[in-house]
């Protein structure tokens, strides 16, 4: 049964900083691609990163380039999101996710999901 675990969301000044993790269990987690989207309120899913499992790649949203990194650590099946200079308008649930088959920066291309952690970013 594959599993993902989001943590270390929380509510934070504008300006600041998170770190988000995200373990996962269940799947060869190496051989995948790992992403992060977000969900803010009223609004639809969107894509934040992802990062390939061969080569490392890495893909952002252009709202957070330059911001946000994402990296992972194939040893402890554990994929991470580094957010700084942190904006109100980031403020959103933020989901981990695998894509199984390419490297998507879609929601419908992954096939399993955390269950979010909230991110809250005061003005």
């Known amino acids: 049964q594959v599993q993902l675990v989001e943590s270390g969301g929380g509510l934070v000044q504008a300006g600041g900083s998170l770190r988000l993790s995200c373990a996962a269990s269940?799947?060869?987690?190496?051989?995948?691609?790992m992403g992060w989207f977000r969900q803010g309120p009223g609004k639809e899913r969107e894509f934040v990163a992802a990062?390939?499992?061969?080569?490392?790649?890495?893909y952002y949203a252009d709202s957070v380039k330059g911001r946000f990194t994402i990296s992972r650590d194939n040893a402890k099946n554990m994929v991470y999101l580094q957010m700084n200079s942190l904006k109100p308008e980031d403020t959103a649930v933020y989901y981990c996710?695998?894509?199984?088959?390419?490297?998507?920066?879609?929601?419908?291309?992954?096939?399993?999901w955390g269950q979010g952690t909230q991110v809250t970013v005061s003005s």
């Open positions: 996710a695998v894509d199984l088959y390419s490297s998507g920066t879609t929601a419908v291309e992954y096939e399993y």
């Open positions: 269940g799947l060869t987690f190496s051989s995948y691609t």
């Open positions: 990062i390939r499992w061969k080569g490392g790649s890495t």
